[in-house]
């Protein structure tokens, strides 16, 4: 058998992936252009790692010599759950009620990596989920994927906007797609509209200075600033708002990849509980979770934070 693009397709599927695009590898100037301009703003806020190198973000041949195709893949992580509503919760956002996506998402690209070197044992491949320096949004539009909303936010036309994204890059020649999804954003403003910080500072544009998600999950600080703590909305870990009024979201579909449903079914967490987690109760309840990423003092932080302007301080 030989390995082509199908086949690369075929067995993506076989393993859960829910959508493949393969194009060429090759430089993307304008979306350098456009990530060294959101740089040079300071956007990035305090998140210096994503400074480095922006010439290997913009380059997959550089980030991985030899490269000469883009296998670009999206899971869907959607589960039909609510968060609760009480003060006395935090919410948390839908990409982390499960198990850690870096985790389950890397097993689903080294198990197609696997299938594809049995047929093709001598290609040299790399993955790429989320920490690897690589444009996965970029990649994802240009294989057809989908498109870049407003709220920057990759969004498909029967998925929407909840789907992970990743990649794995080849070293040979494939057959590679040439569709490309239109902007269906249209005149629609909803993300930017809902925004309680003015994250969104134009279409397609997120400072990450204003927004929830930067503020509750790589913020170190010891204090929140006040303009983002006193409009959490709810928000202890993350921020779903931008895709929660997303008019695409309607088609939402429920994933597959049971990993991915609620810990112990809570989408919210009480604040309580939180303000009052020891060390080895925060290292049991958040192991391979992605919530782990905004360490307990962090978690605690944000639960003050809430919980102060939820006036329910005292019970912290």
């Not at 870990?237 to 990993?259: A, L, S």
Request: glycine letters at 6%.
């Amino acid at each position: 058998m030989k390995l082509t693009s199908q086949t690369i397709k075929d067995l993506a599927r076989s393993v859960g992936i829910d959508r493949v695009g393969i194009v060429r590898a090759e430089n993307l100037p304008t979306e350098e252009a456009q990530f060294r301009e959101w740089l040079a703003k300071g956007y990035q806020a305090s998140m210096a790692w994503i400074e480095r190198e922006p010439e290997k973000r913009a380059d997959p041949r550089i980030l991985f010599p030899g490269c000469r195709s883009v296998i670009a893949v999206a899971l869907n992580y959607y589960t039909p759950h609510e968060h609760s509503t009480s003060d006395n919760k935090g919410k948390i956002s839908r990409y982390a009620w499960g198990d850690d996506y870096h985790d389950v998402f890397r097993e689903k690209l080294k198990a197609l990596v696997d299938k594809m070197t049995e047929i093709s044992p001598d290609i040299q491949t790399k993955i790429c989920v989320d920490t690897t320096p690589f444009m996965d949004k970029a990649w994802a539009v240009r294989a057809g994927i989908g498109w870049l909303g407003k709220s920057s936010n990759l969004i498909t036309t029967d998925l929407g906007s909840w789907v992970f994204l990743g990649a794995v890059l080849v070293d040979i020649e494939l057959e590679y797609d040439d569709r490309v999804v239109a902007d269906h954003c249209g005149s629609c403003t909803a993300c930017i509209d809902a925004c309680p910080t003015g994250a969104i500072t134009e279409p397609y544009v997120v400072d990450a200075a204003k927004c929830i998600s930067y503020a509750t999950i790589e913020l170190r600080d010891e204090k929140m600033p006040e303009e983002i703590a006193a409009n959490l909305e709810g928000w202890l870990y993350g921020c779903d708002i931008c895709q929660d009024v997303c008019p695409w979201n309607r088609f939402e579909k429920p994933t597959h990849e049971t990993r991915f449903e609620p810990r112990e079914m809570e989408t919210s967490l009480s604040l309580e509980r939180v303000a009052n987690l020891e060390h080895d109760d925060y290292v049991v309840r958040f192991r391979k979770s992605a919530i782990k990423r905004a360490k307990l003092l962090g978690l605690k932080r944000n639960a003050k934070a809430l919980a102060t302007n939820t006036h329910r301080s005292e019970t912290l």
